[in-house]
């Protein structure tokens, strides 16, 4: 005999959410949001663009340290992209940073400093796209838009053991996702949702017993809810490889210099490198930027993009004080390195190059 499951209920993950949800220092905890208190678009916005592919334990810092910085959209858009893209620097996906300085940018000069409310508005801005503008519209404004992350793909693929893999589930997943979402709070459905993809429903070992929907999940009374969702094979990543120069001057300054404002790591600071090719040479010492007793580092730094691992090997060199800078590249004292919008692949390289690897 077939076994039948009651349908999950939103209710019943609010009321769980109601004494479970995590606290976020963006997030307005369901008590104060019965209360009344909305949350901040700007802070919900934030939020929302740091956590794309970055998780809630690697953003809370940079969100605290960006609203200290920026309080409101306006002082961000008053900001300067340099100083913008330094804050981020860490944060990784750096079209991101830029895309959020577009983005206040036109929010307070087209909309007076006031994030759009609907989906449709907010995906019109830079940098918003589907997932976000739901996201935004759900918890800051109250508007019952379905909201589908990767935890909630995996809660609903779960509950309902849905065999399509992703990335071709997601339509159906989404209009799943869309007849559970209720009318009345549904700012604080999608937060729960998060919550239980990101603590009881993890891609691991899932604490069935505690979840609010336990009775209604296929996949957890199969056993196989760590199968789901199902994902269709992925391509194997290509490496490429190239070279990184970090020239080190006698005072311990880096010859550093930004990467041109398109393209990967866009507007980023690096130590000079080669283009990354599969067959790039790594040593080819034509391509450095000064003439000087380059060293090989004995590893190369490693790094892993969306669609390519990075092999880059680093050449060092010392250079004399008195030593000029290249057009377009400046020294960097070790006071003012730290505070340089590097990349972590690049504050890998620069590591290697001083002997810190
Ligand atoms: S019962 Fe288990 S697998 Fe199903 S939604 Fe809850 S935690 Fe996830």
Redesign the pocket.
Known sequence: MTQRFPAPQAETLLRWYDRHARTLPWRVSPDDRARGVMPEPYRVWLSEIMLQQTTVAAVKAYFQAFTQKWPDVMSLAGADEDDVLKAWAGLGYYSRARNLKACADVVAGEHGGRFPETEEGLRALPGIGPYTAAAIAAIAFDRPASVVDGNVE??IS??HAIETPLPQAKPEIRERTAELTPQTRPGDFAQAMMD?GAT??SPRQ???AL?P??DA?R??ASGT?ETFPRKAAKAAKPTRRGMAFVAVRDDGAVLLRQRPRKGLLGGMSEPPTSVWAPDAATDDLSLAPLQLNWRQCLAPVRHTFTHFHLEMTVWRAAAAADVAAPDGHWWSTPEALGGEALPTVMKKAVAAGLGKD
């Open positions: 995996r809660v779960r509950i239980l009881l429903c899932p604490a069935c979840c929907w336990t999940c996949a957890r809810a």
